[in-house]
């Protein structure tokens, strides 16, 4: 009560004022874009129209990927950017709770069977850099939010790539080609689940792709993947 007194809660991406902490005021909210139903089973981008409940992006025909299903909760825009952006590098983690919440109503398809939750690991040298991991943070508010469990050491970064931003898709690839490596328990402590990747925002694909595959030549059998924000192509943002 005294610190809302003395630091009165802001909006997380204007910092207007707000009636609770760690939220948007309802101009920013407004702006987000969710994605919802209609979209591809596989990836989770949006259609415009209704194909179909089995009808497949052209994204994924082309380039099928090795997890299950992906799913966001909102195109990244302006609003989702600086949200991700202070999550990220602005040492704000409790900015997860917001996020986690829009991710367990996003992701309400692939909680069914208790899969383990599991981020998408920083190399040691960048989260000392950064003080956390954001998506170990949104993992453990998205456990907190769902009741599933959570496994921050399942799957390690063996290499410290260079940043993925402003590299091609197939740079990207190249970046974290062989970069992760599975604790060497990983089918005690994955037990037969299934494995659900969490991270902040799906670009390419390429580092959770690299992720899925670690795991599934590990011995896991199945793989999704959820984020709080997803890049789409030729998506009309206007903030």
């Known amino acids: 009560m005294l610190l809302d007194l003395a630091y009165p809660p802001v ?13 948007l005021c309802p ?13 591809c089973p596989r990836l989770g981008l949006p259609f415009a129209v209704s194909l179909g409940p089995e009808a497949l992006s052209a994204e994924a025909l082309a380039d099928p990927p090795p997890f299950g299903r992906a799913r966001a909760a909102v195109i990244y825009g302006e609003v989702a950017r600086t949200v991700v952006s202070r999550l990220k ?6 900015l997860a709770r917001f996020c986690a919440g829009l991710m367990a109503g996003a ?10 939750l599991v981020p998408v690991p920083l190399h040691p040298a960048r989260q000392r850099e950064r003080r ?17 469990q959570v496994d921050t050491d399942l799957v390690r970064r063996t290499r410290k790539t260079r940043q993925q931003v402003g590299l091609s898709g197939d740079g990207r690839q190249r970046n974290v080609a062989g970069a992760f490596a599975v604790h060497p328990d ?54």
Do not use: M
Request: charged share 20%; glycine share 8%.
């Open 89 to 94: 590098y602005g040492d704000r983690p409790e």
């Open 107 to 116: 992701g309400h398809e692939l909680w069914a069977g208790e899969p383990l």
């Open 186 to 239: 990983i089918l005690v402590r994955a037990r037969g689940r299934r494995v659900v990747l969490v991270d902040d925002v799906y670009t390419t694909g390429a580092t959770v792709k690299a992720v899925t595959r670690t795991l599934l030549k590990a011995g896991v059998e199945a793989v999704d993947v959820v984020t709080f924000a997803r890049v789409v192509i030729g998506a009309d943002l206007p903030i």
């Open 132 to 148: 956390y991991n954001q998506s170990a943070e949104l993992a453990r508010a998205l456990g907190r939010s769902t009741g599933l």
């Open 27 to 39: 101009k920013c909210f407004a702006a987000l874009r969710p994605i919802t139903a209609p979209l």
């Open 11 to 23: 909006c997380l991406n204007c910092d207007a004022p707000t009636a609770t902490p760690d939220t």
